[in-house]
């Protein structure tokens, strides 16, 4: 049994369509990111999965339990940090704690008890008795992470928690993060940050339009993305020779910037698996007495790979698949 399955969920608003057929299956005990630009629907996937938003078609299941059929169980399963600030600004972190204690059942003793010790965790405990108005975007994004968390959910959801921190609390969260899971709990994260999706999570799944684009590990989703090499060489008339050396490492061109006669011409190429070591096809240049005035790897980063999943560079994933979807 997945911690987290969806199967088909859709969602439309009259005629236009939200999220769109999205299938998903999160294991126990993982993180997996949610990526997409905005608009794609990862929020509105959210929602669906944390049984706000009732799915127009599909079904999806927190830890089995449906969350149409079966709502009150799967709630009873999950925790959610939403976009925006939760908590009241009114209030001080330890009174929106204790609230939110007693309102999940706890005593009061029990509430001021478990509140304290959260912020005690949290290193909130200096800024408990302020009105949280005061409080910095980190120590407030803390505080939302920390009322979520107020019953340990077996999943929880993390919609964009770090969007407008600073670097500091965006590690922070981070290791809060890495806690959660180590103590048991499943993570699913929407995030805008390509690199934070790469540090925490088992596996991404990419949205687009509505419509799942790739989903896989991190290794898997940057293997969508061809790796390249690019190169000077000096006469411009030995273009051809050039594309057969390279052709014998498994390289296509992927662009031609042809210098004047006489001048250097840059080239470009692209591999369906790791680009060649360098030392190795400057050797197979040299024999062939081709001069180059230049020569670099262009490793893959997940920024590429979302680029082009996403639609900004659909050639480079109809090479690197051919047409086909990365897949965990």
């Known amino acids: 049994m997945h911690a987290i399955e969806a199967a088909a969920l859709t969602r439309t608003y009259g005629k236009n369509t939200v999220v769109d057929k999205v299938d998903l299956r999160v294991p126990a005990g993982q993180v997996h990111a949610l990526l997409g630009p905005n608009g794609s629907g990862k929020t509105t996937t959210v929602r669906m999965l944390a049984t706000l938003v009732r799915p127009t078609s599909g079904r999806a299941a927190i830890r089995g339990f449906d969350t149409v059929r079966q709502a009150d169980s799967a709630q009873r399963q999950l925790g959610l940090v939403g976009q925006f600030h939760a908590v009241d600004p009114r209030l001080t972190g330890r009174q929106n704690l204790v609230l939110l204690a007693r309102l999940h059942g706890f005593r009061a003793a029990a509430a001021r008890g478990h509140a304290g010790e959260l912020l005690d965790r949290f290193e909130l405990a200096e800024a408990a008795d302020r009105v949280v ?63 934070e999706a790469q540090r925490l999570a088992d596996a991404i799944t990419i949205l687009e339009s509505g419509r799942v684009v790739a989903a896989g590990t991190p290794e898997q989703i940057l293997s969508a993305v061809p790796a390249g090499l690019d190169l000077v060489v000096d006469d411009p008339s030995r273009y051809d020779e050039v594309a057969a050396v390279l052709a014998g490492f498994g390289g296509s061109p992927a662009n031609l910037l042809p210098g004047q006669p006489d001048s250097p011409m840059e080239l470009s190429f692209t591999f369906a698996g790791e680009a060649p070591a360098l030392l190795a096809v400057l050797r197979a240049l040299d024999a062939a007495d081709i001069a180059v005035r230049d020569i670099g790897a262009r490793a893959t980063t997940l920024d590429d790979a979302f680029l082009a999943l996403t639609g900004r560079d659909r050639v480079a994933v109809a090479s690197a698949t051919n047409g086909s979807e990365v897949r965990a």
């Open 133 to 195: 108005r005061t409080y910095s975007g980190g120590m407030r994004r803390r505080l939302d992470i920390v009322a979520g968390m107020i019953v340990r959910p077996a999943v929880l959801f993390l919609d964009e928690p770090t969007t407008g921190l600073d670097p500091h609390s965006r590690n922070e969260i981070y290791r809060y993060v890495r806690d959660f899971v180590a103590e048991g709990t499943t993570v699913l994260l929407t995030t805008q940050y390509l690199d």
